[in-house]
């Protein structure tokens, strides 16, 4: 079974950066489509970003739109999230997902991370 793991998450000050990555632990992860979701205290999980197998399509919520960039080195078998001028509203727990089908619902989505959580303050 596929194992995802997400790391780089952290405490950043209003307008920091940090760079996500997930990696999995083994399988044709070159041939999936990767997402990567959000879920904030009190709130449903919501879809941040995804990228195809090709790398040649990407998809991002508006909210992060120009200030997040979603990548993966397949040689590597890892997608990463590079987050740059980050708000508290971005604090939330971030997970990496795999699919066989590319879009936003997370219900594609059959294998996901344990989470890694990312705090922006004001």
């Known amino acids: 079974q596929v194992q995802l793991v997400e790391s780089g998450g952290g405490l950043v000050q209003a307008g920091g950066s940090l760079r996500l990555s997930c990696a999995a632990s083994?399988?044709?992860?070159?041939?999936?489509?990767v997402g990567w979701f959000r879920q904030a205290p009190g709130k449903e999980r919501e879809f941040v970003a995804a990228?195809?197998?090709?790398?040649?399509?990407?998809l991002y919520t508006d909210s992060v739109k120009g200030r997040f960039t979603i990548s993966r080195d397949n040689a590597k078998n890892t997608v990463y999230l590079q987050m740059n001028s980050l708000k508290p509203e971005d604090t939330a727990v971030y997970y990496c997902?795999?699919?066989?089908?590319?879009?936003?619902?997370?219900?594609?989505?059959?294998?996901w991370g344990q989470g890694t959580q990312v705090t922006v303050s004001a």
């Open positions: 083994k399988g044709t992860f070159s041939l999936y489509a």
């Open positions: 997902a795999q699919s066989n089908q590319f879009g936003p619902s997370p219900r594609k989505y059959a294998y």
């Open positions: 990228i195809d197998w090709s790398v040649s399509n990407t």
